[in-house]
């Protein structure tokens, strides 16, 4: 895993140096990722800068990567590795919008400020995922939870833990009264699966929201994004980690799912798993959508 925080500290670097290069100023960095200015100095030097040359398969990597925190008394090890891909997702949107916007006026942050605190605080909870996995087609059931982030100003979303193929994090909103929607990022890998899910509100939160469905789209790379049905199971309205860790990811086989299991019998539709196929020497013209069809007819 410390080879992959390593990764992870060349990209945050490479991004706050595209961004500085912009014109973006470290301070204006910092107040957008909700960190002291302070602490955003000593990361980016002499912390980040000597991990970052490290080599991702040292036995000893561990050690020093320790080693290098403890110079820096008012720097927090732990809560800096698990914050990492959240920073860096911050800093890709950032990136990607308008960069002199970084006071916090980006289409996206103003989303997450702006969705009401109360509604929001109504989904806290671990909850159980259950959806048709796009290995093996069977209904996949995961764990899923989501809580205040650390400033109190928006929600975090994660799905998966350290005992399932793979854990993801990002943020939660409300698109508008109606549609709340969550955008992830895997967590420690080199290739990361993005995951965007759009739910369903009810017209009156004063009802109970221990269930909700929508729809989910799953991309592993930009050329084979896979969309299907998702449901949210709450278990459990305070948040316990250790209870949440200890959530194994479950598999059932379509035609062995509980008899009584609504929410598999709902998923195990035909119609829940919309797919994108990928074709020999794409051209990324009209005849891939030839080809495409043809893998499919092929594959029934």
Do not use: W
Not at 16 to 26: D, F, P, S, Y
Not at 67 to 79: D, G, H, L, P, T
Not at 205 to 211: C, H, M, P
């Amino acid at each position: 895993m410390s080879g992959n925080f390593v990764v992870a500290v060349r990209q945050f670097l490479a991004l706050t140096e595209e961004l500085i290069a912009q014109g973006v100023r470290k301070k204006q960095i910092a107040q957008y990722l909700q960190m002291y200015p302070s602490v955003l100095s000593v990361l980016m030097k002499p912390i980040f800068p000597e991990i970052a040359i490290m080599t991702p398969e040292s036995d000893d990597l561990e050690a020093r990567i320790s080693q290098v925190f403890a110079q820096a008394n008012n720097i927090s090890e732990k809560r800096i590795r698990h914050d990492i891909r959240q920073y860096i997702t911050q800093l890709e949107i950032l990136k990607a919008g308008d960069a002199s916007s970084v006071d916090g006026s980006t289409y996206i942050t103003q989303l997450i400020r702006n969705s009401p605190q109360d509604i929001l605080g109504k989904l806290v909870g671990i909850y159980e995922c259950y959806y048709i996995s796009s290995f093996g087609y069977k209904v996949k059931k995961e764990p899923f939870l989501i809580r205040p982030d650390k400033t109190g100003h928006g929600f975090v979303a994660q799905k998966g833990n350290r005992l399932g193929p793979a854990a993801l994090e990002g943020f939660a909103y409300l698109t508008n009264a109606h549609i709340l929607t969550m955008q992830m990022l895997e967590r420690e890998t080199i290739l990361q699966d993005h995951f965007m899910a759009h739910f369903i509100m009810p017209p009156s939160y004063t009802v109970s929201l221990n269930l909700l469905k929508g729809m989910a789209v799953s991309v592993t790379n930009s050329y084979m994004p896979i969309g299907r049905r998702v449901v949210l199971k709450k278990i459990a309205t305070t948040i316990d980690m250790r209870f949440y860790e200890s959530i194994e990811t479950t598999f059932y086989d379509l035609p062995n799912a509980p008899a009584s299991d609504e929410i598999s019998r709902y998923l195990s539709d035909t119609s829940s798993l919309i797919e994108f196929l990928p074709v020999p020497r794409p051209a990324f013209d009209e005849s891939d959508l030839k080809k495409e069809i043809a893998i499919s007819r092929q594959m029934e």
